[in-house]
């Protein structure tokens, strides 16, 4: 017998199909069956029904939210607003499905700039919790209540806008009510949905209160306060303010430093048009944007806000809005991105004084001592680079001069001693001059403010790796390999392999199909012939898959120039000359974003004279 996809013969489904078709003809779904069809993706869990809340509120005016929520908002949520309000003749409609006072067109579909449009939510929330909806317009002599349950009318005392308590979630489909986890991490997604909500609109009061204690209470304010509020003083002493446009597309927010890095994505939170969104397009960006300057499992911090004609991008592609979907997809990518990273990679001169208190909470903050260094390759990277005419690699003639432990095998750091060069008008050497080196670690250096202390070997890979990549602005040297690596490879890998062949040339690889399902790599950038090629590959064939041609050749040439440098920056425990140290600390303040070494780590720091009267209580 033959047997199907599954191990499934014919005959079982011919079996299947004669038992639905002999089922039941065709008939419409009952109404509140429908309701609960739908809110099985509108009304996940109780935060859902909060985030459905507050945002009506805010599209009725609100200026002042208050939430209560009873056992994680599973018993109840409560959302009472100062907003415009629902007129008694209207209470029965705002229950209805697809029933709106939003939109009234297609055409209001695609520039839509309220939070809903749909007509949806009350509707659905209703039809998996007791719903009931208090209402006092401003003309109206008091409020009204209605009970979803039987739509029955009551007065209500009310000063003005709206209440709304949706109580018992899931008490009627009772498979649902079993997804639901422990109160407290219902909860934690609900103060989660809360943040966003104050985040997104600063100028509204808010509060949150949880099994009747109060959990948040922001008054109106701006962004800056309100970020402050809500993410800690600490995320706002390492960020940087971002403040971009470019056509019609405009980014504004605030973007932390890769020394307030997190292991989670927690404290990422990006908005589109006023709308907290999950986007895989702009967190990439925004990835890209750190790639340089944040190691591999750290994940960045920020708050950002994307604005753009409304028509410019489409809302209604996902149940919770969640996510969107750009028009000038690429255009938009390009524009976080390039915003972000330009802000990032500020030179160091235009930095304010970093607190020496905040670098030792940075948990990125890992010593490594011993590394093994690929010298072959590394000498060959050199030769290439000098060839090509780089700039500024370290040269070994001065080498000699200053005393340096034998037998230590490691390319030469060769820092010139030179005259500092100062151009007319220019004030002293931000980072100083050196003092001193402690235990073949760090620099001691002096600056106006007081003492600036340098990891040298960060500061040095951070200086090398920016310097490769201007050298290396062609196509990185290829290696042929002597046997091809062969690797299983998905249909869409094959595809992808033979749609980019000319990316990944560029690259410095050559593969091509060597079977129906296997891929053969015959050449590598030459730097990465002792790597594991496989995964190199599969990793450049998925994101080249994703991603705009030139951000992937841009990512994977630094990762790459990011080991290089790692591996011939200075090694801890060599003893440096002043002119050497003065050196390093000259090239730091001429490299776009010396303050980071390729890891994210820190690569220096400042003690002003202040930080140190602190130590030694002196009063001032
Ligand atoms: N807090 C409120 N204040 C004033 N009017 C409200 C409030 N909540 C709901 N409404 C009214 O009820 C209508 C229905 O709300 P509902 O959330 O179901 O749909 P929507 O917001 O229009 O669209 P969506 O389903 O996308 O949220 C709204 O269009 C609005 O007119
Ligand atoms: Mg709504």
């Known amino acids: 017998m033959r047997q199907e996809a599954g191990g499934r013969s014919r005959a079982f489904y011919r079996k299947r199909q004669s038992i639905i078709a002999a089922m039941n003809a065709i008939k419409p779904l009952p109404d509140l069956l429908i309701s ?50 629902i007129a008694k003749t209207e209470l029965a409609l705002a229950l209805a499905r697809h029933a709106t006072s939003k939109i009234a067109s ?8 309220s939070y809903g449009f749909r007509g949806e939510a009350l509707a659905s929330i209703a039809s998996v919790a007791r719903l009931t909806l208090t209402s006092r317009t401003i003309d109206a002599a008091h409020g009204w209540r209605i009970d979803a349950a039987d739509l029955s009318l009551a007065p209500a005392a009310l000063g003005g806008g709206t209440v709304i308590e949706a109580a018992d979630l899931y008490f009627n489909t009772p498979a649902r009510r079993k997804f639901l986890k422990q109160e407290a991490t219902e909860y934690a997604h609900c103060d989660e949905v809360f943040r966003r909500m104050a985040l997104a609109r600063p100028d509204v009061a808010f509060s949150l209160a949880h099994n009747r204690s109060v959990k ?74 750190y790639a340089d300057i944040l190691h591999g499992n ?33 255009g938009v990518h390009q524009f976080v991105f390039h915003a972000l990273q330009r802000l990032l990679a500020a030179p160091l001169e235009q930095l304010t004084t970093v607190p020496a208190a905040a670098y030792a909470t940075a948990s990125g903050w890992q010593r490594q001592t011993s590394l093994a260094v690929n010298e072959p390759a590394l000498a060959a990277f050199y030769d290439f680079v000098s060839a090509a005419g780089g700039p500024g690699i370290p040269q070994t003639e001065v080498d000699q001069e200053t005393s340096r432990p034998e037998g230590s095998g490691l390319a030469p750091l060769g820092y010139a001693p030179y005259e500092v060069p100062h151009p007319e008008g220019s004030g002293p050497a931000p980072l100083g001059y050196a003092l001193a080196q402690l235990h073949g670690i760090f620099i001691l250096a002096q600056n106006a403010a007081g003492l600036v202390l340098v990891d040298m070997h960060a500061a040095h890979e951070r200086i090398l790796y920016e310097r490769l990549k201007d050298a290396l602005a062609d196509t990185p040297p290829t290696q042929q390999l002597l046997i091809p690596a062969l690797f299983a490879a998905s249909e869409t890998e094959i ?34 012939a002792n790597g594991s090629i496989v995964e190199l590959v599969r990793a450049l064939l998925s994101d080249l898959k994703d991603f705009p041609e030139s951000q992937v050749i ?35 303040e001429a490299t776009d974003r010396a303050d980071q070494c390729n890891h994210g780590r820190p690569t220096w720091t400042q003690m002003t004279l202040a930080d140190l009267d602190r130590l030694f209580l002196r009063g001032r």
Do not use: W
Request: hydrophobic residues 45%; proline residues 4%.
């Open 495 to 528: 595809a992808t392999a033979e749609e980019y062949a000319a990316a990944l040339t560029r690259l410095g690889f050559e593969m091509a199909p060597a079977g129906p399902r296997e891929l053969a790599v015959r050449a590598v950038p030459a730097l990465l």
């Open 298 to 330: 750290r994940h960045p911090a920020y708050v950002l806000f994307l604005e753009l004609d409304p028509a410019g991008v489409d809302v209604n592609v996902h149940p919770a809005k969640i996510e969107v979907r750009f028009r000038e997809a690429r």
């Open 36 to 85: 609960q069809i739908a809110a099985g993706e509108v009304v996940e869990r109780p935060a859902s029904v909060l985030k459905e809340l507050v945002e009506n509120s805010l599209d009725a005016g609100a200026r002042q939210i208050d939430v209560e929520l009873m056992e994680g908002g599973v018993r109840s949520i409560r959302v009472a607003d100062d907003g415009g309000g």
């Open 216 to 289: 948040h209470r922001l008054a109106a304010t701006d962004l800056a306060s309100r970020a402050r509020e809500l993410l800690g003083e600490e995320f706002f002493a390492q960020t940087r303010v971002v403040e971009a446009s470019a056509g019609e597309l405009r980014l504004t927010g605030f973007a932390a430093l890769p020394a307030y890095s997190r292991p989670g994505r927690d404290a990422q939170y990006f908005f589109v048009n006023g709308r907290f969104v999950r986007d895989k397009l702009l967190s990439h960006a925004v990835r890209q944007a």
């Open 106 to 113: 297609l055409i209001d579909l695609e520039r839509v700039a």
């Open 554 to 588: 841009e990512a994977r040439r630094n990762e790459l120039l990011a080991t290089m440098a790692c591996h011939g920056a200075v090694r801890a425990r060599r003893s440096l000359s002043i002119p050497e140290m003065n050196a390093l600390l000259r090239q730091m």
